[in-house]
């Protein structure tokens, strides 16, 4: 996916014109964005965007509901009366509701439509590296957390662990983000798994006292879980990410995360959230609440995942001469 760069691509577009637009009173919209459980980015970003939406988008106001991520927010998506509006997920999960496979199998979700692509998410498996836990073949019998069930991370997991064979003989445990750093921490879990933009918060919070190793897939391991889903990308995790207290880089697999929404929200309520999270006012917030936030259109990789953008999102985009 290209990358995009909102500082250059919105010089010159977003002056007085596009904040007076924001600033009008609307029609109220009184809007819930799930985000996922504590300790991941989903839960850092959703906060910083209600924030700064609630804040500066008039008529608008932007709640959060913590989650335990990208599956249950694209399954409340689908609820009537499911208590959110607006869902983080990430683009493999996307590509499942849709199709009705995977996790949403012979079930898929029809009234959803993408508002914008955020940075990749690769998937961490952390452990102490003091535990001499080298490979995936060294988890058998193992206490592996694989997120909360609900989660993208605990779809992704599974997946990756039935796909090399593993999945029966680990001793599988699935628990929040935060909640798994502290039992590795302890001594009452051996590795967990996480799915969040790097620099994952938690491994960021654990890494400052512990030494730790994020396992690597092998060539034939990456070949069989990239063959899954479409969404999936090759992602090398780079220690550096995380200071001096992680080993080695990591041979991973990531997908873009993304903003999701019920296609009944109102055009010109999806306008003008797409319009104020690409100013660059905005984008400047956003990092000092996430460094590595990036947004985009993201059109390539929602068409190659079967999900339209929102009307709203559209005119947005073409208005920005990004699309």
């Known amino acids: 996916m290209r990358a995009f760069n909102p500082h250059k691509t919105l010089t010159g577009i977003v002056g007085a014109a596009v904040l007076s637009l924001l600033s009008q009173t609307a029609a109220a919209a009184n809007l819930v964005i799930g985000t996922s459980s504590p300790g991941g980015s989903y839960f850092l970003m959703g906060g910083g965007l209600s924030t700064a939406i609630t804040r500066d988008v008039k008529g608008i106001t932007l709640s959060t509901r ?183 880089d990591a041979q991973s697999f990531g997908v873009p995360s993304t903003i999701i929404a019920r296609s009944d929200i109102p055009d010109d309520v999806i306008y003008k959230i797409v319009m104020y999270v690409f100013t660059k006012k905005t984008t400047d917030y956003m990092k000092t609440v996430y460094k590595t936030w990036s947004a985009e259109p993201g059109v390539a990789a929602f068409a190659k995942a079967g999900v339209t953008l929102h009307p709203g999102a559209v005119k947005a985009y073409k208005e920005l001469g990004l699309m």
Do not use: C
Request: aromatic share 6%.
């Open 66 to 248: 913590t989650t335990a991520g990208s599956t249950t927010n694209l399954r409340l998506l689908g609820q009537p009366g499911g208590g959110i509006e607006i869902g983080m997920s990430n683009l493999a999960v996307v590509y499942n509701a849709v199709g009705g496979t995977g996790k949403f199998k012979d079930k898929p979700i029809k009234n959803i439509r993408a508002l914008m692509a955020l940075s990749m998410s690769p998937l961490h498996w952390v452990t102490l590296a003091d535990d001499k836990i080298m490979s995936f073949s060294d988890l058998k019998g193992k206490r592996v957390s694989l997120a909360k069930a609900g989660s993208g991370t605990a779809a992704n997991a599974e997946l990756v662990l039935r796909a090399i064979g593993i999945r029966e003989q680990i001793d599988a445990r699935f628990l929040g983000f935060s909640e798994a750093g502290n039992a590795l921490r302890d001594g009452n879990l051996d590795v967990f798994a996480v799915s969040s933009s790097v620099p994952v918060p938690v491994v960021t919070a654990l890494s400052a006292t512990r030494k730790l190793r994020i396992l690597s897939l092998n060539p034939d391991e990456l070949k069989a879980v990239l063959s899954k889903n479409p969404a999936f990308n090759p992602y090398t995790i780079k220690a550096s990410a995380y200071g001096d207290n992680v080993v080695a």
